[in-house]
């Protein structure tokens, strides 16, 4: 293959190993989502560009910068498109289309898959990325927002990861945020000449994004910010105080960040975040969510409440690879049929095949060479057994050799099935 040919910068293929830890993950989320009582759904990998400038917002970096967008090559469609750089949007609209706002509220719905932003490729971030999104649509009260977050904390336990703290904050809603941002925008254009120009570029179209800049020039100016926490209007604070009462009836710790904003417009309320401790900074988010009560309003619906998570699936792994416990050894079969005919590839694809239709994972040496080249692939591949068919076989006997200790029996290939079954590592 020519070596012009490769993965497109920001994306990589996802190996055996590494989709095995996916393939986890995706697993623990889904039977998560089934034990809370959300259902799974998909939606498009693309969808109305319009739909991210609207919900997301035009002034984002993810619309200004990171969207990807596609436009048909050929027929008669001009209609703007964009590849999906997160789930909530495409999940409303879906609410709105398919009036799930008749259905008993509020609707939990999830969603695991790759997303897409046309980001700046670095550590953990990359253009094609893999995440767990939970929605809860329809409830406006504070207790699905802690419901939410133990929910994400729940996760990052079951998948391995003990040292991840949650960061909570409320953001306001349009009756006080209006208040508050005119009081930051008086503060910043306080020290105008201190800002970079990225940053006063944001003060004129969305200047929350200046609390959670990553430029260290920003550090003291954002430090005598006002808190919008002390600006909340009396039904926003005390939604926050019953989101907190509710988690910590739930025994579940969080630290209260007054300058945790979230990055889309969407966003009302309850904002939290979730870091690996002594690793901050948005760079090193593993996953986010909040509230976002107007957002099914903008998008063509009714009024309606909601709030949600998306989780990085992608950094989980990497969290996982960086303590040591983030590729899980799977996909390798239990056992391995091999011959001492070289030949006799017939007789070893059908007792494996008899084996698959006993439910056990099995392969079969379909190669022509001799037994212990056979046998060393097995352990290469990380099978616990081999299945060696021998003279034995003519009287319905094999041999059975555990790979991991050595020792070797015959066994009947009629209780094969059964034996394997109780032998197999838990």
Request: some cysteine.
């Amino acid at each position: 293959m020519p070596p012009s040919l490769r993965a497109p910068r920001g994306t990589r293929d996802l190996l055996p190993d590494e989709r095995a830890a996916f393939a986890r993950l995706e697993r623990t989320a889904l039977e998560l989502a089934a034990r809370y009582g959300y259902r799974v759904m998909e939606t498009p990998l693309f969808e109305q560009a319009a739909l991210f400038e609207r919900g997301i917002g035009a002034v984002t970096d993810v619309v200004e910068k990171e969207l990807f967008r596609v436009l048909p090559s050929r027929g008669e469609e001009r209609e703007a498109w964009a590849l999906r750089p997160e789930a909530t949007a495409g999940v409303c609209r879906a609410y709105i289309e398919h009036g799930m706002q008749t259905l008993p509220q509020p609707v939990r719905l999830s969603l695991t898959g790759p997303m897409f932003r046309y980001d700046r490729p670095q550590a953990g971030r990359y253009r094609q990325f893999w995440q767990w999104d939970v929605e809860a649509i329809g409830d406006a009260g504070p207790a699905i927002d802690a419901e939410l977050v133990e929910l994400g904390a729940r996760f990052y336990r079951d998948a391995g990861l003990t040292d991840v703290e949650i960061v909570l904050n409320s953001i306001g809603d349009p009756a006080c945020r209006p208040a508050y941002l005119a009081r930051l925008v008086a503060h910043y254009r306080a020290h105008l000449v201190r800002l970079p120009e990225l940053e006063r570029r944001r003060l004129e179209t969305n200047p929350l994004r200046l609390l959670d800049s990553r430029d260290p020039a920003m550090t003291e100016v954002n430090e005598g910010a006002p808190r919008i926490t002390d600006h909340l209007c009396a039904a926003c604070g005390e939604h926050f105080a019953g989101v907190r009462a509710h988690l910590d009836a739930m025994g579940v710790a969080y630290r209260l960040e007054p300058g945790l904003v979230r990055g889309l417009d969407y966003y009302t309320r309850t904002a939290f975040e979730f870091y690996r401790r002594g690793a901050e900074g948005q760079q090193q988010a593993l996953g986010g969510g909040g509230r976002y009560d107007g957002l099914v309003e903008l998008l063509g619906g009714k009024p309606t409440p909601g709030i949600g998570f998306a989780l990085g699936l992608d950094r989980v792994v990497l969290a996982l690879d960086a303590t040591g416990g983030g590729r899980p050894a799977e996909g390798a079969p239990v056992a391995v049929v091999v011959g001492a005919d070289p030949a006799d590839t017939v007789g070893r694809l059908r007792v494996a095949t008899g084996l698959r239709d006993a439910g056990l994972p099995v392969r079969a040496d379909l190669s022509v060479r001799k037994l212990g080249r056979q046998l060393e692939a097995a352990v290469r591949e990380g099978a616990q057994f081999a299945v060696i068919l021998g003279d034995e076989l003519a009287t319905g006997d094999v041999q059975l050799r555990d790979l991991d200790g050595g020792s070797q029996k015959p066994v009947p290939l009629v209780d094969l099935p059964a034996l394997l079954r109780r032998k197999v590592r838990s």
